[in-house]
């Protein structure tokens, strides 16, 4: 039956439009709290939603240490529900490793952290699941420490490109370590020897000039500065970095480029020579690398002449050639990976050649492994005090600890054959270190062993980062308090004299200025390293910009909430004492001397024989700063007057040296000891937990005023700008509002 319609009963009806002030134009309903921005397509979800503003009713999670609140019963069950289900995968997973075993055969970490000598190459270990580092507390230095466990070893020094190889017995390629100098041939038995370590006349200024043509028009390159800066290399730069062979080296026959980075970096020893040291220093680097020796294998003379010029450029040029000695490392480092040093075959197993030679071959492989680990110290050495990032890792570092220095600086054959023998490798003395277990090597060794605990602190930071991005938070380990605890292990039994010391520094003090400071400053700025950044002081001291990249306020208040949550951690306070120990070493005598009372030590920066030490001192004023600034606030409010227009002029509470003794002598009353020249770490520790109990540790104007006025006259343009920076925070701490340094770079 067909049922027609009238057109009448089709007509719509006509319905009554309400006013809805939540619909809009867009046809969505948006909520119209304030700040809020949100829409929804249905009227019952805005409904929903509007709990969140208006709360009525609050629910609670359940779960143990779950502390997180919802205004509606069913998104908190759901919730709860997540709880269950991850607690239930992680008993299976935990029940399932349990009952499985395998096998590792990565050569990392069988041969570097093996516990023992293991008797083949396949380690069979138990897989548990990730647990904390189990570290007991330090009672002394000599305290026993939970080693690491094997999961932390898997998970940091695995390689994957190397496949089953034991390291053990493993030669890499580099001559100088297929034979010892007990090896040499007898009819090859006499050493080397030349006097003409710093002889100068016309034919080599000549020669050198003809090498480096824009030396023609400068009229001070004469003989006494070529000699003079020559000396200086041999007494002040030589003890430090022992990278070419004394008692072999000559003038004549060394590589004029060689000849000519020796120059400049002596020269910054002396304020009568420094001037010729950019006149080098600009046209030297392009001058190296379009030399037809410059290319793959390098010779020695090409790497050591590369590590001198960054070396200057760094610490003591302008920032044009500062910033060009950075973008060139890597150039230097790709050089050294197409050699036997830092590349070849990772499954090579045997040395081709005669493991016999000349003193002549023995010496150019030393000279080239010790230019290759220099490499290797500058890399982590930078990244420390500049906040460049590492190039190289542990893995590739294949290669044997320095000799000893009597081999390497004796000019007599029967001294050189009672002290050589065969050196560690660098790995396994690393491994030696972390294990607490005593080495002994060379003071350029020493320096290495420590850079090696420092690129661990780096390359885990590195880690923690990638898992953090990737949400891989169950493979993030506590491993900040073993490197801590390695590095304090590594100065009581290798420098055990203290990081003052001059036998642990230098490899001879013959004319050497005596100096009772810190020979070590990255052992006490290492510690700042645990938690803050480089990048982190420099924007809360009010560094427009670093590494040409401008910070914006949003990048400050970013900063400035990680400083907050810095200066509440132990390691916040950690880093403070061993700042104060640091400087206390530097400008005062020690407690238990009797000058204390009367004798400072009048420090300056340009005259200082260590060349990264004043770029030490300038990052340790602005971590103590950035601390006491956070936690008590500005010295003063002198600079809010508005007939006040900078703080040169305002009075500080206290003067820096009274400043620095106040603070020693009130860490020592609290704990009965002696602050200054405290050597061991848990006394460090015992200083940290007590250091917020000292008075007015911001009352720090007057020791920024004083590291100032001994830095500012500085060669180096870096500490120049630095000084401005310890300026702005000067003016900072006196009560100026503004936090950026206009003039920084200016």
Known sequence: MIMITSEASRKPRNKVLKY???????????????????????PDHLARHQLNHKTKHTYNCAWPGCHKTFVRSDVKDKHYKRHQKREEKFKLKEQNKNKLKRKVSDPQISTLFSLGKQPAVELETELNPPQPLALTALSDVESDLTLPPSELIQYFFKDDRSDSINLTNFEFGLPGDAFSPLSINESFSMLPISENQTLVDYELQAQLIESLPQLSVESDFTLPLIETSLQSYWTFHHPQFPIIHKPSFSTKRAHPYL???????????????VSICDKIGVPLRWSICSCEEFAPPPKSWVIQSLNLLEIYELTSSNRRLHERAYLNHGLKIQ???????????PLKTEQDGDRH???????EDESLKRAALM???????HAVIFGHEITLYLHQIKLSLPCDEHLWESSKLDDCKKSCGNEIKFLDALKKLLHRNKITTSRFGKKLLLAGLLTIMFQMEQKDMQVS???????KYQWKEVISSAIEFWKFAICQDGCCNNQDQLIYQVNYPQDTACKFPLYHLAESYMQLTHYDYLIYAGAPSRMNVKACGRDYEAVERRIQRWSKTFNARLAVVHGYAFLCELLLMPQDSPEYSEQIIDYNASADHHLYRPHVVTSIAFVLWAYTFCTEGPESYLLRSPIMENGDSLPAREEGYTYLKRIGTELSLKLGGVFHGVTFHSSMKLYANVIDEISSKNHIVGLLRLLKSKIETH??????????????CIERSLGKRAVTCQNMYG
């Open 375 to 381: 490499a290797f110290y500058l890399d982590t050495q």
């Open 335 to 345: 050089l050294l990976r197409r050699s036997a040093l830092f590349g070849g075959n």
């Open 469 to 475: 991005v990737l949400e891989w938070v169950s493979v």
């Open 715 to 728: 060669r180096s343009e870096i500490l120049r700008e630095h000084c401005k920076l310890l300026n702005n």
């Open 20 to 42: 809805d002030p939540f619909l809009k134009e867009d046809g969505r309903y948006h909520c119209l709290e304030f700040q809020c921005s949100k829409s929804f397509s249905r």
């Open 357 to 363: 030679g000349t003193w002549e071959k023995w010496i």
């Open 259 to 273: 000849v000519l980075a020796m120059i400049m970096v002596g020269a910054t020893y002396d304020k009568f020579t």
